[in-house]
């Protein structure tokens, strides 16, 4: 049985009624995605409005309407189903920059029953390979600048059928390689689209774990119901609004809110294709007039580096609200942000896991710096005893934070591994992997992860994936990575390598190490540092223990350490 327990009455009468009743949705009917954030706006005579103010690191600059997004995503789906022959169920993964098809390409998929997979197109060939394969990707969507490494991860996919590239032009494609230009396909107004159940698999998104390869959190169309509701209660989306979500679709803040949650109330998004840059940033905040803007604890951090006086130079006298995600957000942040914007960061807490928003600070709550805020009506959720598994009752007492796997977009699977899906579930709750305590008020505040998954700028990092990459070099005999604290990024990667026998260390040595790992992992995942050391720190059954390993570079207590094996 599913340790997800849905009634459905709850999502006709209970706080996420309100989503279903303005989705127009009951429970047995179908609902897709796709067409809610496109045809059904164009039906409530949105279709002139802008849905995506779209522009890169060049300054080019594209503009869609609702109705644009509804045309070229049929027109997508119909390719996807019927030119590269793909079917309903199936895996394809989205692997592109932040171009205007990967918005496109994740509702057509959407549209015709496919599991959008998107990947962050910095991943190299070891992290893209891992996941396709995990997921027996049927087809990869991506364009010219990362077709190498699709090329090359193919060549160990049976199941991949289809590479389609967005910009291929007079590109010579290899067989099972296909060109899409999607500016001269015939529009398709009408997709005979596929009546999804509002169980069916929608977004197969890939999180970080402590040990094996990582896991693949699917996801339902039901979703947007969550989705709807926290974007418009939780960001304060209203109809006017031009809207900022800065994060890379390849992770889960930019699916949930960077496509689903704000086309889903008919948003105008602003999107911009290019990396950190104060100026740049304030420049495109100035330029779209953006009024909502959802960012992360390390960005705000570049900018108070920048300093407030940078951003005073522009008119950014248009922004209302903002909200952060991804890591806890400093105190001095939201004083910060205060000072410079006029109005503070709300604190959001997710997971890849929960697919949306479950605990907040809401508009007009009072903001306590430092805390998460309270859970979003509608979500269930406590503080339980490590050992006991029951919710510590207490003020203040910290424990795990767990959730009642209640609400609609909460996920369904681990994709193929079940036993990791069951082992986050006990006495009902949820297990999100995180610490926290509750105040009297019923302030939820973060205090750190309870595994070993590091998070490096808002992004889960597993250990697993980096040692994996290490031993690949052949003077590694062992190797083990944590984190390390870091101003900017909160965490960053550190890892420790024990040397095979007769191996000498060396700056050559060193750089060889960090090669292997470059051609293999995104850079996210990169350590920082290596140290090379002459053992590890091993439980008596013979597992790495990273806390002792992590406690030292935090200068924590290394805790208890009875299952140590001596040396
Ligand atoms: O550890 C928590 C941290 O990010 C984890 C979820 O990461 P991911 O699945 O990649 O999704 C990120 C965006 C939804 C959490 O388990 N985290 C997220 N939000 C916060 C946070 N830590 C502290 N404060 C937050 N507001």
Redesign the pocket.
């Known amino acids: 049985m599913s340790p997800v327990t849905l009634e459905t009455d709850r999502f006709v009468h209970g706080a996420w009624g309100e989503a279903a009743h303005d989705l127009e949705w009951h429970p047995g009917r179908p609902l897709n995605i796709g067409w809610h954030c496109s045809d059904r706006l164009c039906r409530l005579g949105l279709g002139e409005k802008p849905a995506l103010l779209w522009e890169d690191h060049q300054g080019n600059a594209r503009r869609y309407t609702f109705d644009d997004l509804r045309v070229l995503t049929n027109t997508m789906a119909e390719y996807l189903r019927h030119a590269a022959g793909l079917h309903p169920g199936e895996r394809i993964c989205l692997f592109l920059d932040r171009v205007p098809e990967l918005y496109f390409g994740f509702l057509a998929i959407l549209k015709m029953g496919g599991i959008a997979q998107p990947l962050f197109s910095a991943f190299g060939d070891d992290s893209l390979w891992t996941r396709l394969d995990n997921a027996g990707t049927a087809a990869v969507v991506t364009q010219r600048k990362h077709l190498g490494k699709v090329r090359r991860a193919r060549e160990r996919l049976p199941e991949l059928r289809a590479v389609i590239v967005v910009d291929a032009g007079d590109l010579a494609l290899a067989p099972g390689e296909l060109a899409l230009d999607l500016e001269r396909l015939p529009r398709v107004e009408r997709f005979a689209g596929h009546a999804t159940e509002a169980e069916a698999p929608s977004v197969l998104h890939y999180?970080s774990g402590t040990t094996g390869q990582p896991k693949g959190a699917q996801h339902v169309h039901l979703s947007v119901l969550g989705q709807y509701l926290t974007a418009r209660r939780v960001l304060d989306l209203r109809p006017d609004d031009v809207y900022w979500c800065n994060?890379d679709p390849g992770?889960?803040?930019g699916t949930?809110y960077g496509i689903i949650g704000p086309w889903a109330n008919g948003i105008t998004q602003a999107v911009l294709d290019a990396g950190f840059q104060s100026d740049r940033w304030y420049a495109f905040l100035e330029k779209y007039r953006v009024t909502v803007w959802y960012s992360a604890p390390t960005a705000i951090r570049l900018l108070m580096r920048d300093g407030s006086e940078l951003a005073r130079r522009y008119d950014l006298s248009a922004l209302r609200h903002l909200a952060?995600?991804?890591?806890?957000?400093n105190p001095e942040a939201v004083v910060w942000s205060r000072e410079t914007f006029g109005r503070p960061f709300h604190?959001?807490?997710?997971?890849?896991?929960?697919g949306s928003i479950v605990?907040a600070n809401l508009p007009g709550m009072e903001v306590k710096p430092g805390s998460?805020g309270k859970p979003f009506p509608g979500v269930t959720a406590t503080v339980v005893d490590p050992q006991s598994g029951e919710p510590v009752g207490q003020p203040g007492r910290a424990g795990l934070l767990a959730l009642r796997p209640d609400f609609p977009s909460i996920i369904r699977s681990y994709w193929r591994n079940p036993e990791a899906f069951a082992a986050k579930f006990r006495n009902g709750w949820y297990l999100?992997?995180?610490r926290a305590s509750i105040d009297g008020d019923g302030y939820f505040w973060?205090v750190g992860?309870d595994d070993d998954?590091i998070?490096t700028g808002?992004?889960?990092v597993g250990p697993f994936e980096i040692e994996s990459a290490m031993l690949e070099h052949p003077a590694v005999a062992e190797s083990a990575a944590v984190a390390k604290p870091d101003p900017v990024n909160m965490e960053v990667v550190k890892a420790f390598v024990v040397l095979k026998p007769g191996r000498e260390v060396d700056d050559e040595l060193e750089l060889e190490i960090m090669n292997t790992l470059r051609k293999r992992l995104s850079p996210l995942a990169m350590p920082q540092e290596i140290a090379f050391v002459p053992s590890l720190p091993k439980t008596r059954s013979g597992k790495i223990m990273r806390r002792v390993l992590r406690a030292q570079e935090w200068g924590e207590p290394v805790g208890d350490l009875s299952t140590m094996m001596e040396d």
């Open positions: 999180t994060a992770w889960v803040t949930s952060s995600v991804g890591e806890p957000l604190d959001t807490y997710w997971q890849t896991e929960t605990v998460m999100t992997g995180d973060f992860r998954v998070n808002g992004h889960l």
